[in-house]
């Protein structure tokens, strides 16, 4: 079974400080891993997604993420946090194999930016 | 860029309503998702959806509720009777093909039953 931890509930960083936020994953093949970003009340928006080649993948909004496969990890990355970036982020993980290719995703990191 | 689109964005209904909830997907994608997202919790996988079947559900996903493809264009989620624990956010999605290419999800419905 695939499954995501993100063990950060809640994060604080003051703005233009850096940001790392985590991923672990659970998944018996090769991984198709996603970080999405929720404000309040809001749909999802892609930040970045990995499926394959160069490990750390760059993204919108200055975001950047690294597989590491021996770690199982997708943490993502920011190096200077704007107040805008105050948001829910979730990770996910999905596969191309079984039949539906569902992502499951982590239960999210809030983060909150101090000004 | 091609977009998926849930309407309508908030949906208020009585408990044991029945209540539809549409989503274009992108026009050329041919696999069709929902998930949910109770409020301050994560986003759930209810159902897949291919070549006019369902092709993988969850255990969320019982009796009460079904999806269709109706024609060309919509894709449904149907729950019978609604529960006020049905309370939640739901996001369609469509991908074009095998592998995860283009994985898109509509920006959601709210649905609050009362």
């Known amino acids: 079974a695939q499954s995501v931890t993100q063990p950060d509930i809640h994060i604080t960083v003051s703005e233009g400080a850096s940001l790392e936020l985590r991923c672990n994953y659970s998944?018996?093949?090769?991984?198709?891993l996603f970080w999405y970003v929720q404000s309040p009340g809001q749909g999802l928006q892609l930040l970045l997604k990995?499926?394959?080649?160069?490990?750390l993948v760059q993204g919108i909004k200055g975001f950047e993420a690294e597989f590491k496969r021996s770690q199982s990890s997708f943490n993502l990355r920011k190096p200077s946090v704007h107040w805008s970036d105050a948001a829910e982020y979730f990770c996910?993980?999905?596969?191309?194999?079984?039949?539906?290719?569902?992502?499951?995703f982590g239960t999210g990191t809030q983060l909150k930016v101090e000004l | 860029e091609p977009e998926v689109t849930q309407t309508p964005s908030h949906q208020v209904t009585q408990m044991g309503q029945e209540v539809i909830l549409r989503c274009v997907p992108i026009?050329?994608?041919?696999?069709f998702y929902w998930y949910r997202q109770i409020l301050g919790q994560k986003v759930e996988f209810l159902v897949s959806?291919?070549?006019?079947?369902?092709?993988?559900k969850s255990e969320i996903f019982d009796d009460q509720f079904s999806v269709e493809r109706p024609d060309g264009s919509n894709f449904t989620l149907k729950i019978r009777s609604t529960k006020l624990e049905d309370s939640a956010m739901y996001f369609c999605?469509?991908?074009?093909?095998?592998?995860?290419?283009?994985?898109?999800f509509g920006s959601g419905t709210r649905l609050t039953v009362v």
């Open positions: 999605a469509s991908k074009q093909g095998i592998g995860l290419y283009g994985y898109t």
């Open positions: 998944y018996g093949a090769t991984p198709y």
């Open positions: 990995y499926f394959s080649g160069d490990t």
């Open positions: 996910a993980v999905g596969g191309i194999t079984g039949g539906g290719n569902k992502l499951t």
């Open positions: 026009s050329n994608h041919l696999y």
């Open positions: 959806f291919y070549n006019n079947e369902i092709s993988e």
